[in-house]
């Protein structure tokens, strides 16, 4: 959500746990970078039967996936209880020979095949822990979300990987949709999965908490970063040619912006965009055609809505709901989740302090294509009430909304200062996490040569 006019909402923290090594503590190699993921003693997502796809993963784990036992594993102990088949854990590692390392709720560590976990399926019940960088579900075996770890960044981003893949596991291609903050370095947490395989990496739009990731691919000869392509040093609010608007339209192919849309496959996977500019001029959604899953980014979020350009934006949500009356959709799926909460004295909304690692009564990310005129009535309403187009920012009415509908437009000058202040300290953070992991790469480099 953040924005170039106004440092919008999206906070950088530090780690709540640097340095060191905790007991339970796992650690896994990046072998790309030479440099350790470190695991605090890790939970699973969720433990719901209904979440479990009853696939086989079938192929290597991102560290992090929450994945699901097919079979009981071990016997217990007066040290630790064996694996019991249905039980979630998290797999934190692949391993030679094809084995994956997962760890399970108390911390233990266990080595299983590939075929004795599920994948799975759909969406968890909530998305608060905060154990590790990313936390990594899959919504189906070749679907899965990334959420950076509120720990990490306190609007927590959601983004998106999709596979070519096959029955057997192997992957011939993926697209990334958005990158997130970029906090903790990307590569360990892809390359298990994409190795040397046809990359594809978008950003939803020009907002550096959606393309900060970016950076951590710019160097892997199999990956191809449209729209923003990181220079030398990170800047967090580029311009052409770093943020390369021509590119990415030419690339799509998408030659009457902002009307039209552009069809393209990555390997056997059929995709679309759309462009709909509004909530930044260059913004666009995509299309999954095999899950029907729509990508809305920042335009279309269980959060408020931030708004460059009023009538662009009004025209953006007519034609995604013009798209979605023409094609099934099951999800749209945002880059964000709400994070206010209304507090009980004057039932008003404010936002959790920054830095905050958990977050109660949680939006879910999915929602029903429905929204879509939920959100365009609400755009309407406001600019036939502004008289000149351009509505300007009303807690009143906006925190009345708010209590059933969680889509909220607000202007950018809506945004309180104080929002402003501390966004501009952690984009330097986050500049200053991006500078020092360059060093440590140019130093493994040295050391490889």
């Known amino acids: 959500m953040s924005g170039r006019q106004c440092f919008q909402v999206l906070v950088v923290v530090a780690l709540w746990v640097s340095g060191g090594t905790l007991a339970g503590t796992t650690a896994v190699q990046a072998s790309a970078d030479h440099h350790a993921v470190q695991w605090q003693r890790l939970r699973p997502l969720d433990n719901n039967p209904a979440q479990d796809s009853g696939v086989a993963l079938h192929r290597a784990c991102i560290p992090g996936e929450t994945v699901v036992l097919r079979k009981n594993h071990g016997a217990d102990t007066p040290q630790r209880l064996g694996l019991r088949t249905g039980q979630f854990v998290v797999c934190v590692r692949n391993s ?116 900060g990731g970016h950076r951590h691919l710019r160097d892997l ?74 990508f809305t980014g920042d335009t279309v979020c269980p959060c408020y809505l931030f708004i460059e350009d009023w009538q662009q934006f009004a025209a953006s949500l007519e034609r995604l709901q013009d798209f979605a009356a023409r094609q099934p959709v099951r999800w749209l799926l945002g880059g964000h989740v709400e994070m206010s909460h209304k507090r009980p004295w004057n039932d008003m909304h404010e936002y959790f302090y920054f830095g905050s690692n958990t977050h109660w009564d949680a939006l879910p990310v999915q929602m029903p294509p429905e929204y879509l005129r939920t959100a365009s009535t609400m755009v309407e309403q406001a600019i036939a009430r502004s008289g000149e187009g351009k509505p300007q920012y009303d807690a009143r009415y906006i925190d009345l909304q708010f209590h059933a509908i969680p889509l909220v437009p607000i202007p950018f000058p809506g945004i309180p200062p104080y929002f402003r202040l501390e966004s501009e300290r952690l984009v330097e953070e986050l500049r200053s996490r991006h500078e020092q992991h360059d060093v440590r790469r140019g130093a493994s480099r040295e050391q490889e040569q």
Do not use: C, M
């Open 96 to 211: 030679s020979g094809g084995l994956l390392e997962v760890v399970d709720g108390p911390g233990n560590s266990w080595f299983v095949e590939q075929g004795d976990v599920n994948a799975t399926r759909g969406f968890p019940l909530n998305w608060q822990a905060h154990d590790r960088n990313y936390l990594v579900w899959s919504y189906s075996r070749d679907t899965i979300v990334f959420r950076e770890s509120l720990a990490n960044s306190f609007e927590g981003n959601f983004f998106y990987l999709l596979l070519d893949l096959a029955e057997d596991g192997e992957v011939y291609g993926g697209l990334l949709i958005d990158s997130g903050t970029g906090h903790a370095d990307l590569k360990p947490y892809l390359l298990p999965l994409i190795g040397d395989k046809p990359l594809l990496v978008v950003s939803t739009h020009n907002h550096w908490d959606h393309f």
């Open 221 to 294: 000869p199999n990956a191809l970063l449209l729209g923003y392509r990181p220079g030398p040093v990170y800047n967090p609010y580029p311009v052409a040619p770093e943020y390369d608007l021509d590119g990415l339209r030419d690339y799509f192919a998408l030659h009457d912006w902002p009307l039209g849309s552009s069809e393209f496959t990555v390997g056997a996977r059929r995709l679309k965009v759309l462009p709909i500019p509004g909530h930044t001029e260059d913004s666009v959604a995509f299309y999954d055609h095999r899950e029907q899953l729509l």
